[in-house]
């Protein structure tokens, strides 16, 4: 089982940026692909971004060009910078191994217009 501990969260302005880390133990950490998810209040849990073990992106179309991924295996940890943030980006934050499917705990971001 990987455990996953997302962090990072809180309370911005529309404009602003936040980073998000997920921090991955109990599996080789550079063998597998970590995902950025959200979940809005009545909606379903939404994919945001993936990155390989290689360190290859993809992004969900409605954060292209706004959120990036990355990783740094050397400290078992993923990242989500988000930039440009809109309300409609508020939600409870989510990363995921993609090879187990095990689930962080979360992290909430809230957006002020």
């Known amino acids: 089982q990987v455990q996953l501990v997302e962090s990072g969260g809180g309370l911005v302005q529309a404009g602003e940026s936040l980073r998000l880390s997920c921090a991955v133990s109990?599996?080789?950490?550079?063998?597998?692909?970590v995902g950025w998810y959200r979940q809005t209040p009545g909606k379903t849990r939404e994919w945001l971004a993936t990155?390989?073990?290689?360190?290859?992106?993809n992004y969900a179309s409605s954060v292209a060009g706004r959120f990036t991924i990355s990783r740094d295996n050397a400290k078992n940890t993923a990242f989500l910078q988000m930039d440009s943030l809109e309300p409609d980006d508020t939600g409870v934050y989510y990363c995921?191994?993609?090879?187990?499917?095990?689930w962080g705990q979360g992290t909430q971001v809230t957006v002020s217009s």
């Open positions: 109990g599996s080789t950490f550079s063998a597998i692909s």
């Open positions: 990155i390989s073990g290689a360190g290859l992106p």
């Open positions: 995921r191994s993609i090879r187990t499917g095990d």
